[in-house]
């Protein structure tokens, strides 16, 4: 014990290496980056969108080793990227629709080379040259999974929910939910206004008050909410302990829990909604790009790997065939009536850095209030 | 012990109190630059201990320091993360956003009120379990009954969370306890309240509380509460005379802790608070997952929110602790 409080020269000599090698052992024992070896693929993505039996199977037929880094923001996916600069450490990213431009513009993306891909024609026509996706004349990104922003609703309580009006009922005070800045944009339609802002280019004045009536609204009907949830997982949880009737969500988690047998109906309002897809996009730099023309190809190539796409994320698969292979439970929880499909527009890459400042803005006023 | 052969030479034609080394040490040692730099350094005492101490500094500089410096850093840039073509200048206007607006000041009043309330109700519900633990149970029992409290503890702060989800929901264990023997028709809602943000956060961080009063009270000699109450001083006088003013070290310890704690807590509010309870580092947190760029902001905030946090806790230390030194 003395030899420790007060170390002679061969003692403080052991202690001084045996710490330095505890300190240095993390970068001794660490194995070599991922994304710096060859024959690997690093792909940033959220939990179930990529089943795992097609990992597997790819990683066998290919000899590639695949790294999935889960994400669960759209936000902390562009920041990371973002500061990951000319260096990425991921090779595919998953981008939503509402923030496909914004990671185009940043340069934070490659073209998509659909010559590379020769099951490109296994896509739905649909999304294979949607004018969302073109962008500077080239596309960006396969479009995997197809939602939209709906209102869900327990059926044991809320038997009708054709506007978004039933929102702000004072009967189902404390029993609805929903993403603040996802849900301001539904009610800038609600009350006349246009909430993806595309008409408000050059017009920052009609722009910001249309915004502020928005937030306004929020704040005014703020003892409605139980809570602002941020995840999918969240507002399924609520749903399922019965902590709300009502919720504004993305339409693959409630999706998911009328597949799981749940009391969940899912509808779009007659004032409309947004709709978007979940593109799977070669980041800028990639080091192992020609990996990721690889699984894209894979992920094409068969109708199974949609169909167990959309029974895990409760999205829409855009590859041809996948609705024979689902059940009739799995395709309910995945369709629509035509006259709610026609009320979907899918969000567009016009105008999105004054939309994305206006509304951050107003949804931490709205939070602070 | 320190060696008293220590300025010898080393290798060969050593005498013999001086200690012998392998060849290929023997070669490292008798060279110059270990001479001059190591060698040279272990020398004297003091070097030994600078040695030595420098070390596990390290260690804190860089896992503590280092990123609370890195976050300075970025609270004074304009720009962070640098996107391509944009440039990123000094810049003292995150802060000055702040002071700007109150939108942001709101947020940090009700981490602070929230905070303080927290770590009042900690105390009031921690102390008598402490106390039980310190003084009531038998000496031979207090570490089982330690180890029986802390069990708890072994699971994430997480898995605790949704523990107290599971508890509260609408239909969690509490309200179908209470629907089953008749008391409620309806579920009340008790999660996403501050009713269940308090709770929960009590329940996450009394941990921080129980072990400094623990070890404050059970230092308490038993003879000075014996001697008390022979002078006639009922429960409370001994309470309040003895037991209380000794055991404030414990106090103003765990309420420091369980404050720098609650000031800062981040996924236990976001999973357990409503519409109402939105703190401060929620705030900061949505500069960062933002779709704008506004890191720096973000940064800034949450060096305000550290540094004020601090100054709160070490004005209540001065304040509470400090007194002790002239009360006894």
Known sequence: MNNILVPNRRTALKMLGGGAAALAMPAVIRPTPGWAANGVLNITTYDKFLPQEFLDKFQKDTGIQVNIRLTDDQGKQYNLLTAEGANPSTDIVTVAGHRYSQFIASKLLQPLDTGKIPNWKNLNTAYQDAPWARVDNNLWGLPILAGYEGLARNVDYVKEAPSWEIMFDPQYKGQTSYIVSDFMTIVMQYLGHDGDFVSYVDKPDVAQKATNEARDFLIKHKDMVRKYYDAGSEVQQMFINEDIYLGHSWSGPAAKLIMDGHPIQLSVPKEGTFGFCYTLNVVNNAPNAENAYKLLD???????VGAAMTRQSGYSSTINGVGDLL???EKLASTLPQEELERIVFFSSVNRDMKNEMIDRATAEVKAA | MVSSNTTAGYGAGHDASVPKYSTGIAKVVNSALYRHTLGAAVESRIGRIILLAGVPLIWLIMLHVGPIYQMLKISL??????????????????YAIFFRESLYFTPLIKSFIFATAATAVTLVVVYPVAYYVAKIVKPEGRSKALLLLLVPFWAGELIRTFSVIMLLANRGAVNVLLREIGLIDRPIPMLYTSFSLGFGLVYLICLYMLLPLYSAIEKIPSQYLDAAADLGAGPFTRFRRIILPLSKDGIVSGC??????CIGVFATPMLLGGPTTVLFPETISGFFHGASDKWPVGAAFALIMLVTALITAGIF??????KKRSAF
């Open chain 1, 298 to 304: 894979a992920v094409l190539a068969s109708p199974e």
């Open chain 1, 327 to 329: 059940n009739d439970r």
């Open chain 2, 77 to 94: 840039l304009s720009h962070y993360p640098v996107q391509p073509g944009v440039e990123s200048n000094f810049t003292l206007d995150n």
């Open chain 2, 256 to 261: 420091s802790l369980v404050f720098l704690t």
């Open chain 2, 317 to 322: 230390m001065r304040l509470v602790g400090g």
